[in-house]
């Protein structure tokens, strides 16, 4: 399965909801959660359940493509942007032929 970017919040709320803790912890800022789990709610990888009357999140589960993104990305790693890595490594190898150009014209 192909890797999504995810916050902070959202990792540590599918790490709960993989262990199976499907309500808030104590020790956890509500604001967080809520935050991370509409996260997981938005990307498909989770279900949320919302007191009546607020958009507060009393509770979620995963659902069956976030066990199976947890399965294959168990670490919850972000993708990582190849584009940038290309043109980072090619400005590297365009500045070492121009240094090799300078000091080979400059021992003629």
Known sequence: MERVKLSKHAKRVFRLLDKGVGHRPADMNPREYNLGALELEGLGFAKCYRNKGCD????????????L????????????????????????????????????????
Do not use: E, Q
């Open 56 to 67: 507060d999140v009393s509770m979620a589960h995963l659902l069956k493509r976030g066990r």
């Open 69 to 108: 993104y947890m399965a294959g990305n168990p670490t919850l790693r972000n993708p990582i942007n190849w584009t940038i890595v290309g043109a980072i490594a090619a400005c590297i190898t365009a500045a070492a032929a121009i240094a090799a150009l300078f000091i080979a014209c400059s021992k003629l």
